[in-house]
């Protein structure tokens, strides 16, 4: 069964600094990873996916994530932070051929000026 | 235009009280969901669609009725209703399954049960 975990259920940040958000999967398939954004009362929009090829994806925003199939990571930087980016950050998981999206817990990020 | 929308945003209603959300996409997707978050922001699948047909029902409580009418819509349809029932529902639509493009969601609709 797959699975998604994110750790760390809140990130802090000054503004200008790294963002780093973790995210493990589990897959008994080489899964499709996909990170979402959510703001305040909005749904979720979609950051960056990996399917298959480059394991360097870059998405929108200035974030990217890297795909590691050794370590089953796909956690999300970007290398400045900006007041914008805070929000509620998702990671998710499928199988190819499924109809289901699973999603980690979310970490809020907190971007302090 | 709006890809996915939902009505109404906002539901405040008793326990007891039959309730629907409607969901309509104007992406010409194949595939819409039902997801629930809680107050921890935790996201869980309720159903999932592909051209009308159910693929996926989550163990949700028979309570709880989807129905599509056309590629374009999936509606939620509420029973007797419960204090727990209160979340946050997003409806989302995929081309294709959610293997192959992402999900786009909807702005959600909070249900705030009395």
């Known amino acids: 069964a797959q699975s998604v975990t994110q750790l760390g259920s809140h990130v802090s940040v000054s503004e200008g600094a790294l963002v780093l958000l973790r995210c493990n999967y589990s897959?008994?398939?080489?899964?499709?990873l996909f990170w979402y954004v959510q703001y305040p009362n909005q749904g979720l929009q979609l950051l960056l996916k990996?399917?298959?090829?480059?394991?360097l994806v870059k998405g929108i925003n200035g974030f990217e994530a890297e795909f590691k199939k050794s370590e089953t990571s796909f956690h999300l930087t970007k290398p400045s932070a900006h007041m914008s980016d805070a929000a509620e950050y998702f990671c998710?998981?499928?199988?190819?051929?499924?109809?289901?999206?699973?999603f980690g817990a979310g970490t809020r990020l907190f971007v302090k000026a | 235009d709006t890809a996915v929308s939902q009505t109404p945003k906002y539901l405040v209603t008793q326990m007891g009280n039959d309730k629907s959300i409607k969901c309509e996409q104007n992406?010409?997707?194949?595939?819409m969901y039902w997801y629930k978050q809680d107050s921890k922001k935790f996201l869980k699948i309720m159903f999932s669609?592909?051209?009308?047909?159910?693929?996926i029902n989550e163990t949700v409580p028979n309570r709880f009725s989807p129905k599509s009418p056309d590629k374009a819509h999936l509606n939620l349809h509420i029973n007797s209703l419960e204090l727990g029932d209160s979340a946050v529902y997003f409806c989302?639509?995929?081309?294709?399954?959610?293997?192959?493009?992402?999900?786009?969601f909807g702005q959600g609709t909070r249900l705030t049960v009395v």
């Open positions: 897959s008994s398939v080489p899964p499709y």
């Open positions: 990996y399917t298959t090829g480059a394991t």
């Open positions: 998710a998981v499928s199988e190819p051929g499924g109809f289901k999206t699973i």
């Open positions: 992406l010409g997707h194949d595939t």
């Open positions: 669609y592909n051209n009308k047909e159910l693929i």
């Open positions: 989302a639509s995929s081309q294709e399954g959610p293997w192959r493009t992402e999900a786009f």
